[in-house]
Nanobody, 121 residues
């Protein structure tokens, strides 16, 4: 059993900051890419940022220069530092990870349960 558990969401005023965390736990052999997606009400789930195990990062256009993704591979944890938040950043933020549970198994994609971020104007 593999679990991704997010934390750090909440309500913040525009211009403020939040830091999200996501920990992968359970039966894990290796974790490859980890990332964050968000879903606003009535909209599709979009990429926010992801990071490979080697540290390469990719960001969605709307968050470049404001959000920073980082990882602690020893703790199977990914973080998302969100600065200068805007009302349009409001949504449920989901953690995503590609995990191999045992040696020789193919990677499977896992999702966390999501954490709400609300930015007031």
């Amino acid at each position: 059993q593999v679990q991704l558990v997010e934390s750090g969401g909440g309500l913040v005023q525009g211009g403020g900051s939040l830091r999200l965390s996501c920990v992968a736990s359970g039966s894990i052999f290796s974790v490859n890419a980890m990332g964050w997606y968000r879903q606003a009400p009535g909209k599709q789930r979009d990429l926010v940022a992801y990071a490979t195990k080697g540290g390469a990062t990719t960001y969605g256009d709307s968050v470049k220069g404001r959000f920073t993704i980082s990882r602690d591979n020893a703790k199977n944890t990914v973080y998302l530092q969100m600065n200068n938040l805007k009302p349009e950043d409001t949504g449920v933020y989901y953690c995503n990870a590609y995990i191999r549970r045992v040696v020789g198994e193919i990677e499977n994609m896992y999702w966390g349960q999501g954490t709400q971020v609300t930015v007031s104007s």
